[in-house]
């Protein structure tokens, strides 16, 4: 596709958001990528790795104790997306603090690690441990809180529902990373996510991320039961981008904070769509399931053709 005029930005160059300098501006999202490991040693036709061009990989969302996630299936797939009900299966905090993001330094992977917890104090507390453990990691940019989770604190409705949660969970893990980035990843499951944006935004967030997943659900037309056993799962893939674009529109209309658009994006046509809004940044999330460069192939086609020639 030629690139449209007014798009000059090259999102494989460095890219400031809040106090860090990331890589560039096309990111895996969480959950479809792992750790963002198992693939390092792959390379495509044109010697690229997962990570050529790529501004951060978003980790597998992290919680405070391991998770085995919920019982199978957990992934129904339909022609417009996918419906997952993962459970955010995880190796838990200690676990990624000890061995994964010593590996992700290691391989030298720009990493943004996902948290959720269930009371605010939970994501202060595993702030401060990362950055105990990880203040000289110079590939960790940053912190995304997943704010989908139920809040046992305030009687288990959605962190992701409320105002006041997002900012209380936002302002816990702000005070313990004075230079890395925080992202609050936004639910869409709510009638206004804008004040959710506000909310994030004047806690102390350096941006949010929209869209989380919706909430779908699948029949087993055979048996007349949902498919899966948790009956809902999440929503995501090339269904939900229409969705995510709105959302994306209001919080930029609406909230006066960066926004990193995320949802449905499997080409540099769609990626465009979200920088039109003005998105100053994106994450491919279901995309990278089925082919593990397809961010790495977002962010090529993106560059202006300036860039492109060698
Ligand atoms: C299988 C799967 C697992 C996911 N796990 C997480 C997760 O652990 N944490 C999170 O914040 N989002 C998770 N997501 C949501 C994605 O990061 C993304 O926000 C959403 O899928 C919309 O983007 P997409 O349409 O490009 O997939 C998951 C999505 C899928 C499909």
Redesign the pocket.
Known sequence: MPLPSWWTTDPTAPFVLGPRTFPGRVWA????FGYGLSVHDMTDEAGRTPYTGLGAV????VTPLPRTGNPMP??VELPT????S?G???VGFEAFLAETLPALEAAGVPTVV?L?ATRPEEFGAMAARLMEHGARCRHWHGV?L?L?CPNVAEGGHDFGARPRTVADCVAAARRHLPDRALLA?LTPNTADIAALARAAGEAGADAV?A????VGLEVDLESGQPVLPRRFG????????PI?LAKVDQIVAQAGVPVVG?????SAEDALKFFALGAVAV???????RDPFAAVQVAAALRPQAAQRP
């Open positions: 999202a969480s959950g479809c978003v980790t597998k969302t957990r992934l997306g996918a419906i997952n993962i955010l299966e995880n996902s959720a995304e997943n989908s990843k991320a869209i989380n997943t919706l999440g929503y995501s893939g090339p269904g939900v981008l995510a995320v949802g449905g994006i499997g994450q491919v999330g279901t995309a990278q399931m």
